[in-house]
């Protein structure tokens, strides 16, 4: 639950990070981070992407958690972390690992999302799709009641 019904964009590449989410968790709404290339500005981000990436993440989540003092505020930090991102699950487990309570998928069905985080125990993490018809809420929906 969240206290406000405020749920910030995940927008990419260096602008939904840690300060941002925080600051919106603060608030007592949904802060994103942004999972789309965040290890951009690391120094080993040309030489090894994925490992800059999750080492941003996991920075970028402390850090927003650190700003929103969620249990005073009342807001949850999210991720987004495209469907088609290299590495999917690893960006699923590292992002709740480090405390993110919600994971949005989008850029194709994320069919395996319930999957992940019942394999990891993650039991109270929101699963948020976005989807682009009718068709695919019904797919996704099916879907994650099975799992």
Excluded: W
């Excluded at 290890?39 to 080492?55: H, L, S, T, V």
């Excluded at 958690?65 to 088609?84: C, F, H, Q, R, W």
């Amino acid at each position: 639950h969240i206290k406000k019904a405020l749920f910030q964009g995940g927008m990419g590449v260096g602008i939904s990070l840690g300060g941002l989410a925080g600051a919106v968790a603060k608030e007592g709404g949904m802060g994103i981070i942004s999972c789309s290339s965040i290890g951009f500005d690391e120094e080993d981000f040309e030489q090894d992407p994925q490992k800059a990436n999750k080492n941003a993440l996991k920075r970028e989540i402390k850090k927003a958690l650190k700003i929103a003092d969620m249990e005073k505020n009342g807001g949850m930090i999210g991720v987004n972390i495209p469907y088609n991102t290299k590495d999917y699950r690893e960006y699923v487990k590292t992002a709740v690992s480090e405390g993110a309570e919600a994971i949005i998928t989008g850029a194709g069905l994320p069919m395996t999302l319930p999957g992940i985080c019942e394999k990891e125990g993650y039991d109270n993490i929101a699963l948020i799709p976005v989807i682009s018809s009718l068709r695919a809420a019904r797919v996704i929906i099916k879907n994650y009641k099975r799992k």
